[in-house]
C-alpha cells in the first residue's frame, strides 16, 4: 500500500526556521523525482523545490532560493524541506510529490500537505 505522509509544519515567526519531512512506503521512492509545492488561500498550487531520483540534482522557486534547502535520504525513502528566513508569503500548505516518468505513463504520489504559519 502506497503511503505519502508529510509532517513538520507549525507555526513560526517571520525569519524563523522549519524542517519538513515526507516518509513514503510502498514503493521506492529514490527510483521518483521527489518535489515540494506549496499552496496558499486562494492561490494555485506551486513548485517549491525539486530534485532528481538519479543524479540528486536540485532546483528552486526563485522565491525561496538561497533559504530553502531540499535533501534526500534514501535508505529512509524520504524527501526533507529545510526552510530558513521564512516570510509571511510563505504561509500555504506544502505537499510534497513523487514522480516517475517511464514511456508512455507518469505515475504521481502525493501526501496530505502539511501547514505552515509564518506569523508574529
Known amino acids: 500500500q502506497v503511503q505519502v505522509v508529510e509532517s513538520g509544519g507549525d507555526l513560526v515567526q517571520p525569519g524563523g526556521s522549519l524542517r519538513l519531512s515526507c516518509a513514503a512506503s510502498?514503493?521506492?521512492?529514490?527510483?521518483?523525482?521527489m518535489s515540494w509545492y506549496r499552496q496558499a488561500p486562494g492561490k494555485e498550487r506551486e513548485l517549491v523545490a525539486r530534485?532528481?531520483?538519479?543524479?540528486?540534482?536540485?532546483n528552486y522557486a526563485d522565491s525561496v532560493k538561497g533559504r530553502f534547502t531540499i535533501s534526500k535520504d534514501n535508505a529512509k525513502n524520504t524527501v526533507y524541506l529545510h526552510m530558513n528566513s521564512l516570510k509571511p508569503g510563505g504561509t500555504a500548505v506544502y505537499y510534497c510529490?513523487?514522480?516517475?516518468?517511464?514511456?508512455?505513463?507518469?505515475?504521481?504520489?502525493w501526501g496530505q500537505g502539511t501547514q505552515v504559519t509564518v506569523s508574529s
Open positions: 510529490n513523487f514522480r516517475q516518468v517511464v514511456p508512455g505513463n507518469i505515475v504521481d504520489y
Open positions: 510502498g514503493f521506492t521512492a529514490n527510483n521518483y523525482a
Open positions: 530534485i532528481t531520483s538519479i543524479s540528486g540534482n536540485t
